[in-house]
T-cell receptor
């Protein structure tokens, strides 16, 4: 089976930097996604990592270490609108298709 | 707006009933995925279709079934509904089916079973 762990809640200050960690244990790993979800809304794509290393996209960066089963999402210059749930999701290739398994999400609260 | 549409937005029904949720993927996307999100379970993958064929199955109950039609829209059928089926049901689409591409999520259908 798959096991994905991420902190339940985090709080950070506007303008600061926050790092949200995700660890996973799975077989058939085919990539890791980060999604942002505001309450009651659909998840929106933030990043995708399949190889080790850092992917940077504006204020958001994501890092992956496949050997350690570890990823983090880095958010810089935090804004109030960044208050949301951040979902780590691992994709496993199975018989031509894929299963995307989501963690339970990290609720980030950005304060003044 | 992701380009994925879902209808209806809200659905209230009684236990034992059957409902159908509908999803239209983004133009050009061949893969459709269905997810269930409840407060205590998080986002759970149900099933994936690619160009009309079932590709991958997650934790989908036998009371639930889905299909993807030639025009690529998809329907999720939920039958013998129970109180525990109350959840937000999301459809997502991607350009292909290997999992290496981002999925675009629709706005969801909120199902309430009373």
């Amino acid at each position: 089976g798959q096991n994905i762990d991420q902190p339940t809640e985090m709080t950070a200050t506007e303008g600061a930097i926050v790092q949200i960690n995700c660890t996973y244990q799975t077989s058939g790993f085919n990539g890791l996604f980060w999604y942002q979800q505001h309450a009651g809304e659909a998840p929106t794509f933030l990043s995708y990592n399949v190889l080790d290393g850092l992917e940077e996209k504006g204020r958001f960066s994501s890092f992956l270490s496949r050997s350690k089963g570890y990823s983090y999402l880095l958010l810089k210059e935090l804004q109030m609108k960044d208050s949301a749930s951040y979902l780590c999701a691992v994709t496993i290739l199975t018989g031509g298709g894929n299963k995307l398994t989501f963690g339970t999400g990290t609720q980030l609260k950005v304060e003044l | 707006d992701s380009g994925v549409t879902q209808t209806p937005k809200h659905l209230i029904t009684a236990t034992g009933q059957r409902v159908t949720l509908r999803c239209s993927p983004r133009s050009g996307d061949l893969s459709v995925y269905w997810y269930q999100q409840s407060l205590d379970q998080g986002l759970q993958f149900l099933i994936q279709y690619y160009n009309g064929e079932e590709r991958a199955k997650g934790n989908i109950l036998e009371r639930f079934s889905a299909q993807q039609f030639p025009d690529l829209h998809s329907e999720l059928n939920l039958s013998s509904l129970e109180l525990g089926d109350s959840a937000l049901y999301f459809c997502a689409s991607s350009v292909e089916g290997t999992g290496a591409y981002e999925q675009y999520f629709g706005p969801g259908t909120r199902l309430t079973v009373t």
